[in-house]
């Protein structure tokens, strides 16, 4: 614009004629009588980019777009991991050709992508941790499932861990917290989570909110503040808000595969310490780990884990069952018809009464699962030793070989359910290693009955007596010892003779 008002002063104030400003200013004569007549200030057009040269793989990206755009936004890849397979498929060009061309189709699809604006946060060390959940599609023991991402991400360090649950349910919270600080070697000062229904009962006017009662308990045991966004903020966690959709890209595309979800959470602790050796996002002299390692003994130590279960009163059914979550757990035939307290954990599911805990069993998830112990059932059995035939928890019943072998023997024998039912009674006592062994010996033998058996698990049990000299008094003591005399015998022999 600068040299448009030159031309102009010149020639409207000086009245320089349009050979002498050309010559004077290095300008050709046409761009000085254009200039004359320019008055707005004038514009860039910005020439459209060429569009990027893919060759033969255009085609093979632009059937990834189209078969991906119809899939859910958490399955769909970046144009990163799109570069990646196209790398595999032999594709040697720059990454920029495929950021382009992906960037273009989705603009032709899906319009332009509004940019929303934030206010950039800070936090000093082993002040804040933030909490989200994501959902992600895996394929355990061969079967694809969607599960639940618990994500945690110290807020000045970065360093992040993660844990994998079927559901995002409150005993999943409790559980990934005491995981996430196990793991963090400490707990934070403040941790920041969306309004879960999990974490809040109900959301007032401003910050005021109204914690769950069980959550309330895990933040007295570990003495962190508890801080609940704004409805609809997400960017006051935006760390952990960004952080699930690096871990889908990351961890997640394509799909991962894993035996079950215990392999599935080793894999993840082990990555997530592998990417903290990435540098810090704002200081890039770090690594995460490097400033995980100045933040972590700012930390509040953790003395003892959280006993983090969630408590309901059931009564138990006739049949000795109680339901979980769509799942019938197994009790002790003496609780039959009683109020008990089932305490559910992600993984466990204990049945206390009195304040004693009377069943534990491993948590199973489904529906429609029974899940019994047969031991809970033996005093039934013993007043109705025919439901051992055809009973739920005994036909299911895992038992050793020999077991197995003598079992199936005495039940074809008279009365055989009910002489069964005695041997188990009694192994009830002795442990089921004792009568495992007893029905060897018997099979051994090769007479197999309830009271070969029964004999056998008694002389194994029997308590042994110690081989120990009998102490006599020395009042009662003899000093001259009799001599036997083996003539009386004679003597009978001889007077049975003359009879």
């Not at 002299?285 to 490097?290: G, P």
């Amino acid at each position: 614009m600068d040299i448009i008002y030159e031309i102009r002063r010149r020639h409207s104030i000086q009245k320089q004629t349009v050979s002498a400003i050309a010559r004077e200013m290095g300008l050709s004569r046409p761009t000085v009588r254009k200039h004359l007549n320019t008055i707005d200030e004038p514009r860039y057009v910005r020439v459209q980019p060429v569009a990027p040269k893919l060759g033969q793989f255009e085609v093979q990206l632009t059937q990834w777009l189209e078969l991906e755009a119809k899939m859910p936004r958490p399955r769909r890849r970046t144009a990163h991991r799109l570069f990646e397979g196209l790398q595999e498929l032999g594709y040697g060009g720059a990454y920029d050709s495929v950021q382009r061309f992906v960037k273009r189709w989705k603009a032709g699809h899906h319009g332009p992508k509004l940019t929303e604006a934030f206010v950039p946060l800070e936090f000093v060390p082993g002040d804040a941790c933030q909490f989200d959940w994501s959902h992600e599609h895996v394929e355990l023991g061969g079967v694809l499932q969607t599960i639940k991402v618990a994500h945690f991400r110290l807020a000045y360090s970065r360093q992040m861990f993660l844990v994998a649950y079927p559901r995002e349910t409150q005993e999943m919270v409790l559980e990934a917290h005491n995981k996430a600080f196990a793991f963090f070697g400490g707990v934070p000062a403040r941790l920041i989570y969306d309004n879960l229904k999990t974490v809040v009962d109900a959301v007032f006017i401003g910050k005021e909110r109204k914690f769950n009662r069980r959550f309330l308990c895990l933040a007295n045991h570990y003495l962190f503040e508890p801080v609940a966004c704004t409805p609809a903020s997400g960017w006051e966690k935006g760390q952990v808000e960004n952080q699930v959709g690096n871990v889908r890209e990351w961890l997640f595309t394509p799909l991962a595969r894993f035996a079950s979800f215990a392999a599935l959470n080793d894999w993840l602790a082990q990555r997530c310490k592998e990417l903290a050796q990435r540098s810090h996002p704002t200081q890039s002299q770090r690594t995460i780990a490097a400033c995980f390692a100045e933040e972590q003994p700012l930390l509040r130590p953790v003395t003892a884990a959280f006993d983090g279960y969630v408590e309901d009163m059931m009564r138990v059914s006739s049949t000795c069952l109680v339901r979980v979550d769509r799942n019938r757990y197994s009790v002790p035939a003496s609780a039959a018809g009683q109020a008990v307290s089932v305490r559910r954990t992600a993984e466990h599911v204990h049945v206390v009464a009195d304040g004693e805990l009377i069943a534990a069993h491993p948590r199973r998830y489904g529906r429609d699962q029974l899940i019994c112990d047969p031991w809970h059932y033996l005093p039934v059995l013993e007043k109705k030793p025919g439901a051992l035939r055809n009973g739920a928890p005994f036909v299911a019943w895992d038992l050793p070989q020999p077991i197995q072998l003598v079992r199936d023997r005495i039940l074809k024998q008279p009365k055989g359910d009910r002489a069964f039912v005695e041997l188990l009674m009694l192994a009830g006592e002795a442990g089921l290693d004792a009568l495992t062994a007893a029905c060897e010996l018997a099979l051994e033998c090769g007479i197999v009955s309830a009271p070969i058996v029964m004999n056998e698990l008694r002389r194994l049990i029997a308590p042994h007596l110690p081989a120990a000299a009998i102490a006599v008094p020395d009042g009662i003591a003899l000093t001259m010892e009799p001599l036997a005399n083996c003539q009386r015998y004679d003597y009978l022999l001889g007077s049975t003779n003359v009879h």
